[in-house]
């Protein structure tokens, strides 16, 4: 059970990750900095060791953890962008720009068949503990919805439809029922915890209470 301080600008990340981490026994604190620097570079775990790197000295106690995460949207048909570039492609084209790219790739036929609107979220989270730096990552897959749909969660949720999950919590196949299902909704329509079953952030989450043997 640990004091965690999750160093991110994003509140949406926070209220996630506590969500999680709380009924595990863990304190999650906001951890907001001035002045950090993400590099622009291809590799989100790039990023989010670099976060790391530049928090380190606000932790307040060494026997605390400190947490970063990076995360992105790749779209299929788009060849994996916004990918590390989502927060620049968030505050340029927004949700409805990505919308509109995609419907014109459509009236252009261009990758017309099945792959079309297929995307995943990917995260990149790093700790540090006393015991060293431990790196999980996570991916949920899905496909961006026709058009903007609900008003919760950030950034991307709105136009981010999850793939159903079967029982044990791996994607369905396309076109199947799963036993877990926001029913065709948006990450934005459904509750914290529905979103938390699917998402990319818990699975970087558990990737990384599974290296350090806690329960996940
Ligand atoms: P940090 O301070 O933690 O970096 P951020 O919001 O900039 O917060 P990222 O760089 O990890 O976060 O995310 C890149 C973009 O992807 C950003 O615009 C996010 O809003 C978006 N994004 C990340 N995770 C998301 C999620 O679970 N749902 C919707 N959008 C998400």
């Known amino acids: 059970m640990a004091r965690i301080h999750f160093l991110t600008g994003n509140e949406g990340k926070?209220?996630?990750?506590?969500?999680?981490?709380?009924?595990?026994?863990?304190?999650?604190?906001?951890?907001?900095?001035?002045?950090?620097?993400?590099?622009?570079?291809?590799e989100l775990e790039t990023v989010a060791r670099a976060k790391l790197d530049q928090a380190k000295a606000h932790l307040p106690d060494a026997n605390d953890w400190l947490l970063v995460e990076d995360a992105g949207l790749f779209v299929e048909a788009l060849d994996g962008f916004p990918g590390v570039y989502s927060?620049?492609?968030?505050?340029?084209?927004?949700?409805?720009?990505?919308?509109?790219?995609?419907?014109?790739?459509?009236?252009?036929?261009?990758?017309?068949?099945?792959?079309?609107?297929?995307?995943?979220?990917?995260?990149?989270?790093?700790?540090?503990?006393?015991?060293?730096?431990?790196?999980g990552e996570g991916t949920c897959l899905g496909r961006i919805a026709p058009a903007v749909d609900?008003?919760?969660?950030?950034?991307?949720?709105?136009?981010?439809?999850p793939r159903d999950l079967d029982l044990s919590g791996q994607p369905a196949e396309i076109g199947v029922q799963g036993e877990v299902s926001t029913h065709g909704r948006t990450?934005?329509?459904?509750?914290?915890?529905?979103?938390?079953?699917?998402?990319?952030?818990?699975?970087?989450?558990?990737?990384?209470?599974?290296?350090?043997g806690t329960p996940e």
């Open 87 to 135: 927060s620049y492609a968030l505050s340029t084209l927004g949700n409805h720009g990505l919308l509109r790219l995609l419907d014109h790739l459509h009236s252009e036929d261009l990758h017309v068949e099945a792959g079309l609107r297929r995307a995943e979220f990917k995260a990149v989270a790093a700790l540090m503990t006393p015991e060293g730096v431990f790196i």
């Open 14 to 42: 926070v209220a996630e990750a506590a969500h999680h981490l709380e009924p595990l026994g863990h304190e999650v604190i906001h951890l907001a900095i001035e002045g950090i620097v993400e590099p622009q570079a291809e």
């Open 187 to 212: 990450f934005a329509a459904v509750d914290v915890d529905l979103k938390g079953k699917f998402s990319h952030r818990t699975r970087a989450l558990k990737d990384l209470l599974a290296q350090l």
């Open 150 to 161: 609900g008003e919760g969660g950030f950034g991307f949720d709105p136009v981010f439809i």
